[in-house]
């Protein structure tokens, strides 16, 4: 098909691969350590493994409630109230999905009808706009500013109205790291009473949250919570994201809206999975209390590493990313981001993300990449090995 032909047939023209896939498959071409898509290079804890294999072999494998299994709503009710003391009804409120991308999905395909707006900060994660495409609506774009990105309530304030139906929040951030603070929830609530627009509340990064910060969560504003549709993922939390299970919370009569959807794209998610989660979390290891701080330490190990070389590190307050500017080193200076990824993977050896694929207009000449740093400190310590090395032969030439 030629270009026009694409344009005529595709519902979504002029969309490509996702990035995250994109920069894995070169990491893996050009044996590149892959500091790109974010997921851990080490193992999930091991009691979820041993509960795992527990489950294969008692006889977990038929299909399990459309909505998810009773144990695993029971402990996300649990987790909700000792984290965001809200109270949730595992049977009318909690949904399992298929990873937190089927709920994003989800979530829009039930809300937003043919002209519909939906409100969505850029930067943002690459799934939330061709969702609502597919769903027939328009997403309106506001940037994220300042050095922080954080959001602009004035121009959140008069981006929207009557014709908004929901408004699309992240926090922490990817790729960003930042977090929304109360205040601006609060605003929102507000905001969304006055236009009655819905919220969809990504939290997958929910306890990956630095420097003694917390995370609040949009549920925790009661004003919020009966338009709220919580996202949160056990892949980010539990570090094991092949593992595809993730969760919406929402209040019932927009969880019936929502299950009406999720029915029909995935109808359940993988059983094994969903007991292995709930086993592991009614035992309570502490593994969810240690997370802010096993990811801090890493987070501070990669800017021990990574300034050095010249890279000028956003504060990332949250998430396991860290995006990098790297406007004053001399070898990726005059490079897009776009390019200045490639170049990193292909020819450094360290893969990246460049952030102008989460803008649907990128600002001119930003010149910032996203590494995750959710690897063995080993793997971090060789990549910047890697990096100095390579940028020393290049000041040499
Ligand atoms: N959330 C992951 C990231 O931002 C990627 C998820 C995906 O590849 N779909 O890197």
Known sequence: MNQSETQDFS???????????????????????????GFPDFEPPEALIEAFRYRLSAGHHQYPPMHGIPALRTQIQKKVARYHQ??????????????ATEAIFVTVQALV???????????????????????????????????QFEIDVDALTRAVSPRTRLLIINSPHNPCG?????????HIADLADKHDFYVLSDEVYEHMVFDGQRHVSAIEIPALRKRTFMISSFGKTLHATGWKVAYCVAPPTLTVEFRKIHQFVTFTTHTPCQWAIADFLAKDGGHVEALPAFYEKKRDLFKALFEPL??????????YFQLANYSAIPALRGLTDKD?????????????????????????DQRLIRFCFAKDDETLRQAARRLETRLNERRKL
Request: a negative charge.
């Open 11 to 37: 519902k979504l023209p002029s969309l490509g691969t996702t990035i995250f896939t994109v920069m894995s498959k070169m990491a893996q071409e050009f044996d590149a350590i892959n500091l790109s898509q």
């Open 113 to 147: 009808r043919q002209g519909d707006e939906v409100v969505i900060f850029d930067p943002a994660f690459d799934a939330y706009a061709p969702a609502v495409t597919l769903a027939g609506g328009t997403a309106k774009h506001l940037p994220l500013t300042g050095t």
């Open 86 to 99: 809200v109270f949730v009804d595992p049977e009318t409120e909690v949904t399992i999905t298929s990873g």
């Open 310 to 319: 010249g890279f000028q590190l956003t504060l990332s307050q949250g998430t």
């Open 178 to 186: 930042g977090l929304i603070a109360q205040a601006v929830l609060e």
């Open 340 to 364: 200045c990824a490639n170049t990193l993977t292909q020819k450094f050896g360290v893969a990246a993300i460049p952030i102008s694929v989460f803008y649907d207009r990128p600002p001119q």
